[in-house]
């Protein structure tokens, strides 16, 4: 069983810059991949990013060189930092667990890009 809580979205200009956290209550956080997600108004939720237990990453392309993902294995936290924020990329983020074929999802965070 695992629980996770977002937390960071806001409201924020285009150019600005936010930083998601993502708090795991589980045993062994760091044997596991973590990913972002993000749903649209509208739109099916699609990966932004993802972090494999070794710490690989892989980013979807409209995020590339702007979104950072990285973990906190010691605090058992997920973190997006978002840079040059568009306002395509307003959103609720969600972070994501896998464990075997059980999924696990936070209750997602709102990020809102508009001046």
């Known amino acids: 069983q695992a629980q996770l809580v977002e937390s960071g979205g806001g409201l924020v200009q285009p150019g600005g810059s936010l930083r998601l956290s993502c708090a795991a209550s589980?045993?062994?956080?760091?044997?596991?991949?973590m990913d972002w997600y993000r749903q649209a108004p509208g739109k099916q939720r699609e990966l932004v990013a993802a972090i494999s237990r070794g710490g690989s990453t892989n980013y979807e392309d409209s995020v590339k060189g702007r979104f950072t993902i990285s973990r906190d294995n010691a605090k058992k936290t997920l973190y997006l930092q978002m840079n040059s924020l568009k306002p395509e990329d307003t959103a609720v983020y969600y972070c994501h667990l896998k464990i075997v074929t059980n999924h696990y999802w936070g209750q997602g965070t709102q990020v809102t890009v508009s001046s």
């Open positions: 589980l045993t062994f956080f760091s044997i596991y991949d």
